[in-house]
């Protein structure tokens, strides 16, 4: 290569798309970003991000979550990265780009990654006012405010992926929608006939309407020439206030077209085995843009990533070579499972089908097997949990009959074939190619015990994400072989998981610490007095069945005190100084001036630090234990209650204003928060649990930041789970959508029960989700689908909680025994701690404390949402 | 230590410089938790009862942060011996000897305790 820039070779990447930015991160992997001056051409106002996940928009996601562009990556590795500044022109024989701007960049190495645009039927009025293309977050965004503005309508153009995804999208934003299709199914590029039906039949009972083996002929327009309809091959009209064009995609090859580059008969610009073109080998053409050597447009994204890598390779001298890729695909759309691997189609000569297909539940599954039995690819529609398996398993023999291997469980001859029956170099994800080989050294060489780690060490299942479920059974088997003895138990005093000793305590209606562990304990602990990990976590498992197992719900009684931190002990916040701060519960942050007033008047009389938190509420700091009590009076007095803001309990529920005053506002989410926030109050779970209700997408309650979050729709409500704030923040999983008042209760109901029953102590509804098998999909099936068939005793538990709650600390004012604990000391009860002092600091007090150094006891249960395996 | 068979009317006492200091009568500690008691000298001790009626009694204060909270700990057995877990950082301490069990650099005075 011959620099042209001093000594420094130029590389020039044009186009930054999810290929684009792979290609960056592959060039800085092999150190070439610090050896070559990286230029980046960008069209789109924005640097990459996640088109596969395009969609996700439209429920919840902003342009922002959707970035895969790391500004520090660009950066730290002296990226130039020109956003809205596209390449206009390439010279080859001077090797100059210009770019739309002006700027001119010479280059010792040209990559193309200019990606396809979406293919709109040359039909007459094809580009007037209503008419749109879906590709870009622009596109969206332009769909969004017109659907909501001028069309109640819409019809998608393209019944494939995208068109399917377009449609629902409409549906959501509340338009009637209509699918037409050329091909007689739906998807014809993914299944066959049968999988369309089984598709087509789930796609109209959510209320899509679906034209198939028609094609579009005209756009009709009104007469201020915006969109009014569509003309069909069948001679009949469509009434329409919007089209989405979504009727596949081209190679976008123009730039190289012009610059005199070879592309295909279709398009595509032709490149040999190491992505370099045909007709330059100073140029390099990646993802969609290019036609591979196998003479193929590939639109998937793990085959661009695969030429991102090999075109990195090759410009680092590196032997790499891209000469095909698996175009299986695995698919959640509109809820239902599609995936489709290996020759699905059947295109194999003498192959066979092994079908199975249930109309009414909306499966079909298909195998491809050849002659001798080999499995050669399939179909799955409804179900495609067995994806992972089967796929790995494509181009061998599968140990089992393939009839088992479609059959639904339960139906006699299913066969649960698992990936221990995999050979060691079966892909088992292949967005990052990583084999069952590498994921079983994960464990024996790199010691890596958990799903999490395993994705961190291989980088498999990091991808699209379909093949954690077989990466968990991998990590677990390949454990179990290496004979680790993972102990799963609480602490040293119980062998057993905190789920274990749930089921336990409810199975045997056990009512008392002390009794669970001489008859549950660990042999050497029995007798004990248990330790300071499974005492709270046993009285917190005790207090949320309390109802169900006939024990007291009164947190304080008897034995039930001892085991209590001592937040819940004296039902307030401990401080470093030894005094307690109080939360008077301020449902969904409602507040009247009069109780507002009430507020201040305590803090003022006893002269109390007053902060406002997070939550939307307002803590009083700085009260001896024997304030607390007359400090609760004074609330109960005023119509309080004190709240829990301690403890593994329901934190708060925020809200926004809503409907009520916001002009934004859908629903009312200042009352369903109040509404949540009563019903759910003093439930003890494994963690804190915080909660928000938002009144429209705009999110101001941030719901989705949330353990439960809920964002009102036009049609109701969404409901956002396992969000969480904190040392690890993670955006909430959307889990159910447009529920009405009593459908999303129902839900909050089951999800918080099932938590409760199968989370590890301290475990936050975040890392529960990324933990247990199955994760959200699995979650969603137990408490939407209720797959278990527990949904029953999950919401009876919450109606007895909720039917049970007490005002602790109403109860505790009026217990004289329980009274007499809330003093400094027992001796003394008059003396106030006299290490319990304040200095003034703004207009307040803060606590004076002796200097002393502060040691931390190095335990992981300080840090918030961090796993207790 | 003494295990009493009635908690009625017994009183418990710990042990300074030769003395027995009365704090409190038994029945005002809960099996596992603990209370705080003002000595003569302005210095507190933490008393314990285990579920086994075994009492014992340490410093109140938190060497790790000064405050005078260990009273209100959690405790538990750990390899046979009771322990009491600060509540503020969590640091257990053994409940005999003082001995902090997270840091072996670090100890409270344990007192000795009994009933009459």
Redesign the interface.
């Known amino acids: 290569m011959t620099a042209t820039q001093g000594t420094t070779p130029t590389i020039v990447l044009v186009g930054h798309g999810m290929v684009g930015q792979r290609f960056l991160e592959a060039l800085a992997e092999r150190g070439l970003t610090a050896t070559h001056r990286v230029v980046v051409l960008c069209e789109e106002p924005r640097p990459a991000y996640d088109r596969v996940a395009l969609t996700s928009y439209f429920s919840g996601k902003t342009p922002e979550d959707l970035s895969m562009t790391d500004m520090e990556f660009i950066t730290t590795h002296g990226i130039e990265l020109y956003v809205g500044d596209p390449a206009e022109t390439v010279d080859r024989e001077a090797k100059k780009v210009t770019a739309r701007s002006g700027q001119v960049f010479d280059y010792d190495t040209l990559v193309l990654a200019t990606g396809s645009f979406p293919f709109v039927p040359p039909v007459p009025n094809k580009d007037a006012e209503g008419c749109f293309v879906y590709r870009t977050i622009e596109d969206l965004l332009a769909i969004e405010e017109y659907a909501k503005s001028k069309a109640t309508v819409g019809a998608v153009v393209g019944g494939g992926l995208l068109g399917l995804e377009a449609a629902g999208a409409l549906k959501g934003l509340g338009l009637t929608s209509h699918i037409v299709e050329f091909a007689p199914r739906l998807m014809p590029v993914q299944v066959d006939d049968g999988g369309g039906a089984a598709l087509l039949r789930t796609i109209e009972e959510m209320g899509l309407t679906v034209h198939t083996g028609v094609g579009t002929q005209e756009i009709v327009v009104g007469e201020d020439g915006a969109v009014t309809g569509m003309k069909l091959s069948d001679g009949s009209e469509l009434a329409a206030d919007m089209v989405v064009f979504s009727a596949g995609v081209r190679p976008r090859d123009q730039l190289a077209r012009d610059c005199g580059l070879t592309v295909g008969e279709r398009g595509g610009i032709t490149v040999d085995e190491q992505c370099r073109t045909v007709a330059d080998p100073h140029v390099f053409a990646i993802g969609e843009c290019a036609l591979a050597s196998d003479g193929r447009v590939y639109g998937l994204v793990a085959p661009g990533y695969e030429q991102a890598e090999t075109a990195a390779a090759t410009i680092a001298s590196d032997e790499a070579s891209f000469t095909g890729a698996d175009l299986s695909t695995k698919l959640k759309l509109l809820g239902v499972d599609v995936a489709s691997f290996g020759d699905a189609h059947g295109t194999a000569e003498d192959c066979l089908d092994v079908v199975y297909s249930d109309s009414r539940a909306g499966l079909y599954k298909k195998l491809v097997i050849g002659r001798d039995g080999t499995l050669l690819g399939g179909i799955l529609v409804g179900d495609a949990d067995a994806y992972g398996t089967l796929k790995a398993f494509t181009g061998s023999v599968p140990p089992v009959s393939p009839e088992s291997l479609v059959l639904p469980a339960g139906a006699g001859e299913s066969v649960q074939l698992g990936p221990s029956a995999l050979p060691d170099e079966a892909i088992v994800c292949s967005c990052h190619n990583v084999s069952k080989g590498t994921i079983r050294g994960a464990v024996t060489d790199h010691q890596c015990t958990t799903v999490p780690e395993v994705k961190k060490c291989t980088k498999a299942g990091t991808g699209c994400g379909s093949c954690v479920k077989v990466l968990g059974q991998l990590v677990n088997a390949e454990l179990e072989a290496s004979g680790v003895e993972v102990d799963k138990g609480l602490c040293g005093c119980f062998g057993q998981t905190r789920e274990e000793l749930y089921e336990i305590v409810l199975a045997l209606r056990i009512t008392s610490f002390q009794d669970l562990l001489d008859r549950h304990g660990r042999e050497e602990a029995r007798g004990g007095d248990g330790c300071e990990v499974c005492k709270p976590a046993v009285g917190s498992i005790i207090a949320s069945l309390a109802p169900t197992i006939g024990a007291s719900g009164y947190v304080l009684d008897g034995e039930q005190a001892a085991l209590q931190d001592t937040n819940d002990h004296f039902l307030a916040n401990l401080q470093k100084n030894g005094s307690y701060s109080v939360v008077p519960r301020i449902p969904g942050g409602e507040i009247a001036p009069e109780k507002l007033i009430v507020i201040g008047e305590i803090a003022r009389d006893f002269g109390l630090y007053t902060k406002i938190t997070g939550g939307q509420r307002i803590d009083m700091f700085g009260a001896r234990v024997e304030q607390l009590p007359l400090i609760w009076a004074r609330l109960v007095d005023a119509g309080f209650e004190s709240g829990h803001a301690y403890g593994k309990s329901l934190r708060t529920v925020k809200s926004c204003v809503g409907q009520t005053w916001c002009r934004y506002g859908v629903q009312d989410s200042v009352k369903m928060a109040i509404d949540l926030e009563l019903r759910y109050r003093g439930l003890r779970s494994p963690h804190k649990l915080k909660s928000a209700v938002s009144g429209c997408q705009r999110e101001c309650a941030e719901a989705q930041s949330k353990d439960f979050g809920v964002i009102a729709t036009a049609n109701g409500w969404n409901l956002y789970v396992g969000g969480n704030g904190g040392a690890t923040p993670r955006h909430a999983d959307l889990l159910a959508q447009d529920l009405s008042d009593a459908e999303l209760v129902r839900l909050i109901d089951r999800f918080l029960m099932f938590y409760i029953r199968t989370a590890d102590r301290l475990e936050r509804t975040s890392t529960w989700l990324e933990r247990i098998p199955g994760g959200l999909d699995h979650v969603r099936d137990v408490v939407v689908h209720d797959s278990l068939g527990i949904c029953d005793e999950l919401e009876q538990l919450m109606r007895a909680h909720v039917a049970h709650y007490r005002d602790e600390w109403a109860e505790t004012i009026n217990d004289p025994e329980k009274l007499a604990r809330f003093v400094s000391f027992v001796n003394a009860p008059d003396t106030p701690d006299p290490v319990v002092a304040f200095v003034p600091e703004r207009d307040q007090m803060k606590p004076d404390l002796p200097l002393l150094s502060i040691g931390m006891r190095p335990a992981a249960d300080v840090l918030e949402g961090s796993a207790q395996r | 230590m003494t295990l009493a068979p009635e908690t009625t009317d017994l009183t418990i006492e710990i042990a300074l410089d030769d003395d027995w200091f ?3 009568d038994l029945r ?1 500690l ?4 603990g ?4 000595l003569p000298d ?1 210095r ?1 001790a933490a ?1 314990f009862r ?2 086994s009626g075994d009492l014992f009694a340490i410093d109140n ?1 938190d ?7 260990l009273s ?7 390899q ?1 011996r ?2 009491v ?1 600060s ?6 301490f053994d409940l005999s000897s003082g001995q902090c069990l ?2 072996e650099t ?1 100890r409270v005075t344990a007192y000795k305790v009994r009933t009459s």
């Open positions: 009365t704090v409190c005002a809960l099996p596992g938790r209370v705080a008691a003002l302005g507190q008393v285990d579920r204060r060497p790790f942060t000064g405050a005078a909270v209100r700990g959690l405790t538990g057995t750990h046979g009771p322990f877990a509540p503020l950082l969590k640091q257990r997270d840091d670090v």
